[in-house]
């Protein structure tokens, strides 16, 4: 199969499978990942966040986030490794919709269950890109096509889910009012006793609440919206690390540093060497 390399010689693309590819151990891969669960079942940890699945399903992943999948049984995929400077998903938004839908998104389960005709489908679509992979002649916009064809197809199915999973559960207004009022304060307020009380809710309510409709608590939402907008930052800009932290409001780049490093496992340094600075970043200036 063809190596498409970075300059740092990181794979700007490449499929495996199960059979070859363990996920039984923590990792931190610089590409975005796309699993298509063909069969089995178990569960998947993202950084913090865990959850339990069954094939057929699609799991996502972003650049340097900590995965591995435990208790697994028969379990058996196809994963799709990208990164950011092969398909940038913030420079194809319009395209594929899939930045803060299938990647980016602290609210959502980073996962798709589709049916079998979507299985077979998507396998069809997984086999193109394969095969044009494997092709020594292979054309980078003909595989960043079938990879373009793929996210925009795994968001359209995933927005479809989200519209059918809102009209069988009722949508908690506290907890709509909580997600934008962080969006909105999270540079900040960082204690979620803060945000009950805009809310007009005990700090107990809150996170019960919280953990009910988001599977998280406010306090891991906080740090993750944090996080999250480091990221960001550090892929989508070109400002340093101390700029970054003073728009993060830190008093400090160490203090900053640490912080990340305690959720990420990497210092921000790190992860933007590995992640690279997208091209999004030069076309704003």
Do not use: W
């Not at 865990?50 to 996502?60: D, K, Y």
């Not at 479809?160 to 909580?178: I, N, S």
């Amino acid at each position: 199969m063809k190596n498409i390399l970075s300059e740092n010689g990181e794979h700007l693309i490449s499929i495996n499978k199960s059979e070859n590819y363990s996920l039984e151990s923590p990792v931190q891969l610089s590409q975005y990942s796309i699993i298509l669960v063909h069969k089995g079942e178990g569960i998947y940890h993202a950084d913090f966040a865990s959850f339990n699945f069954s094939g057929p399903t699609i799991l996502f992943s972003t650049p340097l986030q900590t995965i591995f999948i435990d208790q697994s049984k028969d379990l058996e995929y196809t994963i799709i490794h990208f990164h950011g400077d092969f398909y940038c998903i913030e420079a194809h938004r319009e395209e594929v919709a899939c930045n803060g839908l299938l990647f980016n998104n602290i609210y959502l389960e980073p996962s798709l269950l589709i049916s079998e005709q979507q299985h077979n489908d998507f396998c069809k679509l997984v086999q193109n890109l394969e095969d044009e992979l494997s092709d020594p002649d292979s054309s980078e916009m003909i595989l960043k096509s079938y990879l373009q064809v793929i996210l925009a197809k795994c968001s359209t199915a995933k927005l479809r889910t989200m519209e059918k999973e809102t009209v069988v559960l009722a949508k908690d207004e506290k907890m709509e009012q909580f997600r934008l009022l962080l969006d909105e304060k999270f540079l900040v307020l960082h204690k979620p006793n803060d945000y009950a009380e805009i809310l007009a809710i005990s700090p107990n309510t809150l996170t019960k609440k919280s953990v009910k409709y988001f599977g998280k608590t406010p306090t891991q939402l906080i740090q993750d919206r944090l996080i999250l907008e480091a990221k960001k930052l550090l892929h989508l800009t070109t400002f340093s690390i101390k700029e970054i932290a003073y728009q993060l409001q830190f008093n400090d780049e160490y203090y900053f540093s640490r912080f990340f490093k305690k959720y990420t496992q990497i210092s921000p340094q790190t992860f933007r060497n590995k992640g690279g600075i997208s091209k999004v970043a030069y076309l704003s200036k």
